[in-house]
């Protein structure tokens, strides 16, 4: 009874995670408050608050999911994949693609969605950069492991520039109202970065 009752819990967090999400693909720039999140799951106020003591602490749910999904992503393209390019790429291409299928979460990783909310939530989407940077540059590092060569620019600062590409795109996606695509013409400006890269 106890498990069948937590699972019942679990899948109304997800529930109302799910909601907020689908909610933040509306227009851009627009706020959600606890009401209208409420009334999409179908439930009072007062039963969000029995899940999640704070918007607050929604909005890190959706964090703490992407979280997990992009590192367990980045990990096992580093096992499949070694070669530094073809690591670089996927990583990448993965990121914008996630972006793409995850428009809501967008939204909460170009800041859009988190004006007006709690301080400390720009603070865990700045540790995820942060994360996401030290991860190319650990990959970066490595390439003498893959083709006996090393960049001569400083990786670090190779890192800095392919992550604000990622960035870039994102925020295109959301200033766009989710037209412009952060996988569009990506195999073209590969193939610039990959030349650039080469040559560093």
């Given at each position: ?21 689908i ?115 650990q ?10 060569q ?9 890192a ?34 990959y ?6």
């Amino acid at each position: 009874m106890v498990a069948k009752n937590n699972n019942k819990k679990a899948n109304r967090k997800d529930d109302i995670l799910s909601a907020l999400a689908i909610m933040l693909e509306g227009k851009p720039g627009q706020r959600i408050t606890t009401a209208k999140l409420a009334a999409e799951v179908g439930v009072s106020e007062a039963a969000l608050y029995r899940h999640f003591p704070s918007k607050a602490r929604m909005f890190e749910g959706l964090i703490d999911f992407t979280e997990t999904t992009v590192f367990t992503q980045i990990n096992l393209i580093k096992e499949q994949q070694k070669d530094t390019f073809v690591r670089v790429e996927h990583i990448i291409h993965f990121l914008l693609g996630f972006s793409e299928r995850n428009p809501g979460i967008t939204r909460i990783l170009s800041g859009d969605a988190l004006v007006g909310e709690n301080e400390r939530l720009q603070l865990r989407i700045e540790h995820v950069f942060s994360k996401l940077e030290t991860q190319l540059k650990q990959t970066l590092r490595e390439r003498p492991t893959s083709d006996g060569q090393k960049f001569n620019t400083d990786e670090g600062v190779l890192a800095n520039l392919l992550l604000s590409y990622v960035e870039g795109r994102m925020s295109q996606f959301v200033r766009s109202q989710f037209k412009q695509k952060p996988t569009q013409h990506f195999k073209s400006q590969w193939q610039f970065f990959y030349k650039q890269l080469t040559q560093s």
